[in-house]
């Protein structure tokens, strides 16, 4: 007589393996994808208001604080690692624990006002 055998569990098991690797792999895409496009820092410093509106990301060395714009917060200057150019971004204090000081190196995501400043959404410290 031949014995009936019980695949509910194997095809259970694959279909929970396949779930996992699944979320795994979304979950690990994002984590070490940029957030936003790299900003393009000579169209940036051309004409800065022609980006307005979009979000970008670039690595950075903090230099110093520029001025403190009353009521908005602080702008910082800061130098792309990968240019070497000088690139002025608003701090509005909407990046929690974000104190940089001068020399610390960030990958930060910031979005393009329409008056063509960039007001940081996102830092992290490299």
Known sequence: MKQKTNKG???GGVLAGVVVLGLAGFFGWHAFMPSAPKLPIETYLANARGLAGNRYEF?????????????AGRIILARDTVSGRPVPFLDGGKVQAF??????LYTLTVLVATD????????RKL
């Open 116 to 123: 063509g400043l960039m007001e940081l959404t996102e830092a």
């Open 9 to 11: 569990p194997l095809i």
């Open 99 to 104: 104190n940089p000081e001068p020399g610390q």
């Open 59 to 71: 690595s950075a060395r903090i230099e110093r604080q520029l001025d403190t714009k009353a009521g």
